[in-house]
């Protein structure tokens, strides 16, 4: 092949300087032959000769073919994973725990929620910090819908006192600064301490308690069964099981005129004593739990449309009768208020083990006292902004490596999000200052996130706003939320990822002595012992990963975008949470005296996304691995299947059989697919092999299209969630692969006669839709023949 066509070139260069030659010679003579005894003009003649022929000479060069081995084409290159293993080793040393432990203090010096003066200012603050380091820093401003309450009229509970014919307090809505000077200080602001539900609903009700444990459908339906009705009643329920705004939906479907959460001492810590905060990490029980109610993702008013000032918004009204927001008032309250609500209850005692927990009180279900709930809260558009700043690659720049977190937090927020926001600041400070001498191949985006706490809700307008240039660009996101603790890595991700995840935290030396103690010296020996079991059957060379699903903006990227995540965290020991969430003790004393006493857990962090951030930027083959996604699929139809059958799925949809068996076939065809594109990469990335740019861009581009093909803007009820495997069906928390076809098939397991039949269509829809999607990917992960 390529000897004939180096014949073929070779033809055509002759004829075409013979040609030029006898135009050249033409010229001279008549340029002479004009005036021959005129000198000067004779030495200038010869001097445009001499010039003409040098251009006619530069411009058969450009003309002409280059000889075979410099065709650009064709040059091979190879890779050197020596040179990018000592460019992570350089920027892992030059991250530092101490700097990280310092920008904590001044990301959470202010109460920053989004939307006011506080936060407009850490935004003005990062930007100039990304700017004075070199990137190229731009702001994207909407004007979306947030919710605030009135700090100064906090939300309050009262009991009607039969006796003295009057209303007594029970709640007035606040907790207070405790612990020793230092913290005190760092707490105190007069909206620390005010608890607070974001979209609850303005207003006062009245009505007796009914206590819903986690106030998910089996609780509800539970009281029912009891008959214990709540309609017309004011909703106890405490924190966990399902997520803030199902659990107001619930009570909202069942007739509940107000709702009142907890967080149960169970769950967070002995509320008071010397073994709670803050001599040990623990809820106090005059403080709570903030967040946001909406059931959707993004500003309400412009569901899949950025919020820019032309584009037209859904009036209130509506939303909240579409269920948009919330319809009755909701606040959270501490668990010694809660305990003091339960002994006022007089009614059933609950039975159900799992209904009880730590409160300093026996459960009841229900009471004859009235109480008021009055709640002041106010929906109001401001602006917010996100900084996106950008480190131009200088091979690739049209391939972005993104690094996130959001900016604001319910109170000061030095855990959620400043640990995680300050980690990212020294990855990006420090890949700033190598990038002078050793700039990435491809580009790297940071991107600092507003109004995540009410609803992610700036990543979502972003990507409503951006959606098709990250489409185009965008090779993954890395978000990390916040470091909560220091024992444990929590990875969320999706399969691509797995293997160079795995391989970067290898690379991350173990700087914990407890850790190295016990020999584990490198970050993965920790991330596996602590963690659970591999995602992939029989890997034992692979950490624990879990899905990429939870409340943060990496969600929106995989869900909506269908750009490879990660969701990076660290936890305490046997945590998945911690009990200081969203509190108003979440300030710089909390993380030196729980978290990172010297840093050194946030510096591994930082160390840790500096190596995946390097190797994505960095490989000449993007490092994703292919088989690994076929392989967990392929597995996770094996669940699916168990799953319906469990169920008797099977017996009642159509043609059951036939189509498993073609979603199984698809998936084998994907696995081989898969497995080819990973053996050409990893000659490339192992130097056995060089490569063509040619034939590099067709295996980068196919990795990248890779979680595209999974996109399906039609299976979902909402245009807010497009990703077949990774996205929610109902529940913005997806808790399962494929939720369109599990979510669907247990709605299906307990619905109604009359409801069955368009829920079996949804489930065979989503298997087709699925079959088809990896056929595609099959199809398009097969590599052009090597020219
Ligand atoms: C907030 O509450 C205070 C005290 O009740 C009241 O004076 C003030 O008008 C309220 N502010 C708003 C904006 O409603
Ligand atoms: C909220 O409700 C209270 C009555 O409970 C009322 O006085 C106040 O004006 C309302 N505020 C808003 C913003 O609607
Ligand atoms: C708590 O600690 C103090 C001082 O260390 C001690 O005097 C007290 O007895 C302890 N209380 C309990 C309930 O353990
Ligand atoms: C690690 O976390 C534990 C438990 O929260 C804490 O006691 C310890 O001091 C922490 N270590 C460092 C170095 O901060
Ligand atoms: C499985 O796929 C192959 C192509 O890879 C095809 O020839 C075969 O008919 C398929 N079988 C079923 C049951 O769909």
Redesign the pocket.
């Known amino acids: 092949m390529s000897t004939s066509s180096v014949e073929l070139l070779e033809g055509t260069p002759t004829s075409w300087r013979k040609e030029s030659a006898v135009f050249l010679n033409d010229e001279k003579r008549s340029l002479l032959g004009r005036n021959p005894t005129s000198w000067p003009l004779l030495l200038s003649s010869l001097l445009i000769t001499f010039g003409a022929l040098i251009a006619v000479f530069l411009l058969l060069l450009a003309r002409a073919p280059l000889p075979q081995q410099l065709d650009p084409y064709r040059v091979q290159i190879w890779e050197d994973m020596k040179r990018i293993d000592l460019l992570g080793r350089k920027l892992q040393q030059a991250i530092s725990g101490s700097r990280i432990l310092d920008s904590i203090k001044w990301l959470s010096k202010d109460v920053h929620v989004s939307g006011t003066e506080e936060n407009e200012k850490l935004l003005d603050e990062l930007g100039k910090l990304y700017s004075r380091w070199g990137y190229d820093v731009r702001f994207f401003e909407y004007s979306v819908l947030l919710s605030y309450p009135n700090y100064s009229r906090p939300n309050t509970i009262e009991v009607f006192d039969d006796d003295g014919g009057e209303w007594l307090t029970v709640s007035e809505g606040f907790g207070r600064p405790k612990g020793p000077k230092e913290l005190r200080d760092q707490e105190s602001d007069s909206r620390s301490g005010v608890w607070w539900s974001a979209y609850s609903a303005n207003g006062s009700v009245e009505g007796s308690i009914v206590y819903a444990n986690y106030g998910r459908s089996v609780d509800f339906d539970l009281l029912k069964s009891m008959a214990i009705d709540v309609k017309g009643k004011i909703v106890l329920m405490r924190f966990g099981g399902v997520s803030r705004s199902v659990k107001i939906a619930e009570a909202e479907s069942r007739g509940a005129i107000g709702v009142v959460l907890f967080s149960d001492p169970i769950l967070s810590g002995p509320p008071s004593g010397n073994n709670s905060f803050p001599s040990e990490?623990s809820l106090p029980g005059d403080d709570v739990q903030r967040g946001g109610l909406l059931p959707a993702v993004g500003d309400p008013e412009t569901p899949s449309l950025p919020s820019l000032p032309f584009v037209p918004r859904h009036s209130t009204k509506r939303l909240r009768k579409t269920g948009a927001l919330p319809r009755i008032p909701v606040t959270p309250i501490g668990s010694d208020v809660a305990s003091r609500l339960m002994r006022l209850l007089d009614g059933t005692l609950s039975k159900e083990h799992r209904w009880q927990g730590g409160l300093s009180a026996d459960y009841r279900l229900s009471g004859s006292r009235r109480f008021r709930l009055s709640v002041s809260s106010k929906l109001t558009r401001r602006p917010i902004r996100n900084m996106i700043a950008v480190m131009q690659g200088a091979v690739e720049p049209d391939r972005w490596v993104m690094v996130g977190n959001h900016v604001d937090a319910w109170v000061k927020g030095a855990i959620d999000p400043a640990t995680g926001t300050a980690s990212q600041l020294e990855v990006a400070r420090v890949l700033a200052e190598s990038s002078a001498l050793s700039p990435p191949r491809r580009s790297i985006v940071f991107c600092h996130w507003d109004a995540e706490e009410f609803g992610l809700i700036g990543s979502s307008e972003w990507l409503e706003e951006m959606g098709k240039v990250v489409d185009a660009r965008a090779l993954a996101m890395i978000n990390v939320d916040h470091v909560a603790?220091?024992a444990s890595l929590q990875v969320k991700a999706v399969p691509l990822l797995y293997r160079v995840l795995s391989e970067a935290a290898q690379s991350v030396e173990q700087t914990d002595q407890f850790e190295r103690n016990n020999g584990r010296l490198t970050l993965l020996d920790s991330w596996k012992y602590h963690g659970g079991r591999s995602p992939i059957d029989g890997d034992r060379n692979l950490p624990h990963i879990g899905l990429p699903g939870g409340a943060s903006d990496h969600q929106r990227f995989i869900s909506l975008a269908g750009v490879p995540s990660v969701d990076i965290k660290m936890t305490?020991k046997g945590r998945s949470s911690y009990p200081l969430y969203h509190s108003m003790h979440e300030v710089p004393w909390t993380v030196e005296r729980?978290v990172?006493?010297?840093g050194?857990a946030l510096a591994t962090v930082a160390r840790f996304v500096t190596e995946a951030t390097t190797r994505l930027a960095n490989q000449l083959v993007i490092p994703f691995s292919a088989g690994d996604y076929a392989q967990t699929l392929s597995q996770w139809l094996t669940m699916v299947h168990t799953k319906l059958d469990h169920l008797d799925v099977p017996k009642y949809l159509h043609n059951y059989d036939l189509r498993f068996r073609a979603l199984i076939n698809a998936s084998s065809q994907l696995r081989e697919a898969a497995e080819a594109i990973d053996e050409r990469a990893k000659e490339i990335t192992s130097s056995k092999r060089g490569t063509s740019v040619t034939m590099l861009n067709a295996i980068n581009d196919r990795l990248m299209r890779m979680e595209r093909v999974f996109l399906d803007g039609d299976a979902f009820l909402t245009p807010l969630h497009r990703h077949l495997v990774f996205s929610p069906a109902k529940i913005a928390t997806a808790r399962t692969p494929f939720a369109l076809i599990l979510e669907t098939a247990s709605d299906w397991a307990t619905a109604d006669t009359s409801e069955k039949e368009p829920l079996l269509e949804i489930i065979s829809d989503s298997i087709a839709r699925l079959t088809i999607a990896m056929r595609t990917a099959s199809e398009m992960l097969i590599l052009p023949l090597e020219q």
């Open positions: 990490m603790g220091n305490s729980f990172s006493s010297d050194t």
